[in-house]
């Protein structure tokens, strides 16, 4: 839940952006100046007097909560506890996996094997776990950010060394699009860590050219990056190939 800290905050940045002084709000509310002045800095602002700026702003509750929400810094990785909840419903990882590619609803259904009904229970058992924020319309918000990963131990990267990782370096990468290298040798461990870091800007690079895909058509996103993928895939997920049959 937002803090009443994060509303107040919340409005000034809106009043801001309108350009509404508080001399303005002031005026609108038949308040003074210094009453205005001393209710934003103590932050402690009751419902009623939230709704009467919000009337000024021509903004709805909602929306202003949507915009705190949107502001809260995001999660770079869940709980043992979350992962945990997430790996012991395959469905719900598959789920979990289209959203962090950030799949439509309408993608979700078409493609597997899921109900409207179905998905929409999965989604909102996926907002409750804290990695996404569902919508209206089916839409969702994600709440973990773009460098998120899996704990490196924990739960979900078991699950994938155990069940899907000899399935997925199986294929030949050898398609349009595809590369799967074996370089022999050995390096410094200082040398390894500048590689680490090299590695770590690419999954960044890609994680930014996922989001700037999403401008494409579905059909194109489709084949450039096939069902939901990582940085090192090569157009297909473990996930999604063991999630075809569900």
């Known amino acids: 839940m937002s803090t009443t800290q994060d509303l107040v905050s919340a409005l000034k940045a809106e009043l801001k952006a309108v350009n509404i002084t508080y001399a303005d709000l002031a005026t609108q509310l038949g308040m003074s100046e210094s009453s205005i002045k001393r209710v934003f800095a103590k932050a402690d602002m009751p419902l009623s007097r939230i709704?009467?700026?919000?009337?000024?702003l021509k903004m709805d509750f909602a929306e202003l909560a949507r915009k705190v929400a949107d502001a809260q810094p995001l999660r770079r990785e869940l709980t043992l506890e979350q992962e945990k909840a997430v790996v012991a419903d395959r469905r719900l990882l598959l789920l979990a996996i289209c959203c962090l590619s950030q799949w439509t609803?309408?993608?979700?259904?078409?493609?597997?094997?899921?109900?409207?009904?179905?998905?929409?229970?999965?989604?909102?058992?996926?907002?409750?776990?804290?990695?996404?924020?569902?919508?209206?319309?089916?839409?969702?918000?994600?709440?973990?950010?773009?460098?998120?990963?899996?704990?490196?131990?924990?739960?979900?990267?078991?699950?994938?060394?155990?069940?899907?990782?000899?399935?997925?370096?199986?294929?030949?990468?050898?398609?349009?699009?595809?590369?799967?290298?074996?370089?022999?040798?050995?390096?410094?461990?200082?040398?390894?860590?500048?590689?680490?870091?090299?590695l770590q800007r690419v999954g960044q690079d890609f994680a930014q050219q996922h989001l700037a895909d999403q401008k494409l058509q579905a059909a194109q996103r489709s084949r450039i990056l096939g069902p939901p993928s990582s940085f090192c895939d090569k157009g297909r997920s473990g996930v999604a190939h063991c999630g075809q049959n569900l």
């Open 105 to 198: 609803f309408e993608q979700m259904v078409g493609t597997y094997r899921f109900t409207d009904a179905e998905c929409v229970a999965y989604l909102v058992r996926l907002d409750r776990l804290g990695i996404i924020e569902l919508r209206p319309l089916n839409r969702y918000r994600l709440k973990v950010a773009k460098g998120f990963r899996w704990r490196p131990h924990g739960p979900v990267m078991a699950y994938f060394r155990e069940h899907v990782a000899a399935d997925y370096y199986s294929g030949g990468f050898d398609g349009d699009g595809e590369l799967l290298m074996l370089v022999h040798g050995q390096i410094s461990t200082a040398q390894a860590s500048s590689f680490v870091e090299r």
């Open 51 to 56: 709704d009467d700026v919000l009337r000024v």
